[in-house]
């Protein structure tokens, strides 16, 4: 197979964006800085909040710009897009139909990884944006797995940390992670999916067990697969 050009729609947001550029270079097989995957990333940081416009369509519609820049990157030479947010797949299929190019599809593939994992019940952390769009829920259903949503009071506290801690720049700590991984263990949920790239950040820092399905990691995986690469490990 031909090797690929990877384009990344980032800025969504800027740190989960240069933690898949780097997730993707550790989990590629290489001995040398030219078997690694050929990556154009754009960190576009005007694209407008993707929850916001989904809670309120009187907001800032993401969906043109973030069309834009698939366009921009095959201008550029890309072959395949990846964009490094669970939320903006809300609105995949138009994204998909206006770029010249392939998107890849993370949360489908996200919740591929939960079955072949064979999990049954499967909680989700995400943005209230991704949880109301119901897009984890109808991916899980597909492949006969129950998804299972945070209540209210623990839904604010994954916001926060999505919001007010990792989009802000500073440090979670296992205080403010705590109590959401206990309720999702009251829950029995024997997989959790991060769905929301700032997650990823806490998976990173935490050092999170391995119940936990990174959906940024299974984006960079499958990105360097679809690009014609191999990686270091396949096992799950």
């Known amino acids: 197979m031909k ?3 990877l384009g990344i729609i980032g800025g969504v947001g800027p740190l989960a964006t240069m933690f898949i550029g780097e997730m993707i270079v550790r989990r590629t097989k290489a001995t040398k800085d030219q078997e ?3 990556t154009i990333i754009d960190n576009d940081t005007t694209i407008p909040d993707r929850t916001a416009f989904i809670l309120d369509k009187t907001k800032e519609n993401p969906v043109p710009v973030m069309i834009a820049d ?3 990157l095959a201008i550029a030479g890309a072959n395949i897009i990846a964009i490094p947010c669970n939320t903006a797949h809300t609105f995949y299929e138009e994204i998909a139909a206006g770029s010249p190019i392939p998107v890849l599809h993370m949360i489908r593939e ?3 990884r939960a079955a072949d994992l064979g999990a049954r019940r499967v909680g989700i952390l995400a943005t209230t944006g991704t949880i109301t769009s119901r897009m984890y829920q109808v991916a899980l259903e597909e492949f006969d797995l129950l998804p299972v949503v945070p209540d209210e009071v623990i839904q604010t506290k994954v916001m926060s940390v999505i919001y007010d801690i990792v989009k802000a720049g500073k440090d979670v700590t296992w205080a403010d992670w705590q109590p959401i991984e206990e309720a999702m263990q009251a829950l029995d949920c024997d997989r959790i999916v991060l769905g929301c790239t700032e997650l990823s950040i806490v998976n990173r820092d935490l050092k999170l067990n391995s119940n936990y399905i990174d959906s940024l990691l ?3 995986e499958c990105a360097i ?3 014609g690469y191999e990686l270091v ?3 799950r």
């Open 3 to 5: 090797k690929q050009t």
């Open 36 to 38: 690694h995957v050929h």
């Open 70 to 72: 698939a366009k921009k």
């Open 110 to 112: 996200t919740a591929k």
């Open 218 to 220: 299974v984006l960079a």
């Open 225 to 227: 697969e679809a690009c």
């Open 233 to 235: 490990d396949v096992k």
